[in-house]
């Protein structure tokens, strides 16, 4: 059974920026309003992340990481509506079967939090009493310690931090009233550092830097036809004086991250036909849905999305940047 399990985990959590993302989902849907990650050996041998959220009670530690445990969905109908971003109950059980996992917790109100060792879906120990501050600290040691052949596709430490650090930047766009860092363990110095602010275009500018941000344009579209088509689409897309060696498509969808790939052509085909020497953009989106169009369990690892309707939604995305572009190039 046990090697099922680890297979099935080596799905769902397939390199380190996989768990990263995990976690973090994790640490926004408790309400964190400051998330810090540390990595040693480009997560390999350490994946921590700690937040200022709302903790897990002493009561739910024994069953936080047998699978399909989540605090999130409590009625079948439920389903229907997921607003959070987990809902399967899945991810921290996927890592204890492939690393060491330890969480450190504490919830409102209490004078001191717990902190537990996970292994193959159980707790190794009654959780021991510790020092806290508020929130959460996960640690992911010696991920795919069980699995010799993924560890050996994973050599390189550099492109796997890289991941990651271009990942929280994702985050980071999106929800701009959370603070992010990201650094190496044992380095002083952080590769990500963003502070909460009210203004997309100042995010844009501290993660991103001064030449995006200097040419961005604001586009926005919708539809609101009930029996066929409805959609909100917010987003930041570059102009004519910035392109990149390639395009960087922040797409959240519904408030997840998440890749579209035929809407990610469909706008490098706009930015083609009307910007050529731009074409290699910066666009940030936000597309709110109902919950049910969205299909989000097509990949284990729940990033690449179905949607209903999806050639009108990309068909209208495209007119709309298309058109948006020309009038502010003309
Ligand atoms: P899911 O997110 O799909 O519910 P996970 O395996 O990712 O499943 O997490 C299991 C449960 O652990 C969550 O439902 C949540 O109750 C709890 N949890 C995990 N991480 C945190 C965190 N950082 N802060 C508070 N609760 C957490
Ligand atoms: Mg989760």
């Known amino acids: 059974e046990s090697v099922v399990n680890r297979i099935a985990a080596g799905e769902v959590i397939q390199r380190p920026v996989s768990a990263v993302k995990e976690l973090v989902e994790n ?61 399967r109950g ?3 059980a996927s890592m204890t079967y492939v690393a060491h996992v330890t969480v450190t917790t504490i919830t409102g109100g209490q004078l001191h939090g717990y902190r537990v060792s996970y292994r193959d879906g159980v707790m190794e ?48 766009v999106h929800h701009i009233n959370v603070s992010f860092s ?27 830097g001064v030449s995006v941000s200097r040419d ?20 930041y897309i570059s102009n004519s004086n910035y392109s990149a060696k390639k395009m960087t498509m922040v797409l959240f969808i519904n408030d997840r991250l998440v890749e579209c790939t035929a809407l990610k052509r469909a706008i490098e085909v706009v930015y083609a036909a009307t910007l050529p020497k731009a ?6 989106m936000s597309i709110i849905l109902p919950p049910e169009h969205v299909d ?31 009038c502010s190039n003309s």
Request: glycine share 4%.
């Open 27 to 87: 640490s926004l849907d408790a309400s964190s309003t400051s998330i810090n990650i540390v990595i040693k050996d480009g997560g390999l041998k350490l994946i921590q992340v700690s937040d200022d959220g709302h903790g897990i009670r002493y009561e739910d530690l024994p069953i936080l990481c047998e699978r399909h445990t989540t605090s999130k969905l409590s009625v079948y109908e439920d389903l229907q509506n997921i607003k959070s971003m987990g809902f």
């Open 90 to 92: 899945e991810a921290l």
């Open 125 to 172: 120990h009654e959780p021991k009493a510790c020092a806290a501050v508020k929130g959460t600290q996960i640690m992911i040691e010696n991920l795919f310690y069980n699995m010799t052949a993924r560890r050996k596709t994973l050599q390189n430490s550099a492109d796997d931090y890289a991941k990651i650090v271009d990942l929280i930047c994702r985050f980071a």
């Open 182 to 208: 990201c650094r190496k363990h044992g380095a002083a110095r952080t590769d990500v550092h963003t502070v909460a602010t009210s203004s997309r275009i100042d995010a844009i500018k501290s993660i991103y």
């Open 216 to 235: 961005l344009i604001e586009v926005t579209a919708s539809a609101n036809d009930p029996t066929c088509l409805v959609f909100n689409m917010h987003g």
């Open 279 to 284: 074409s290699k953009p910066f666009v940030y």
């Open 296 to 326: 989000v369990n097509v990949h284990p690892t729940k990033r690449e999305v179905s949607l209903l309707n999806q050639e009108r939604i990309v068909e209208t995305v495209q007119t709309t940047i298309e058109s948006q572009l020309r």
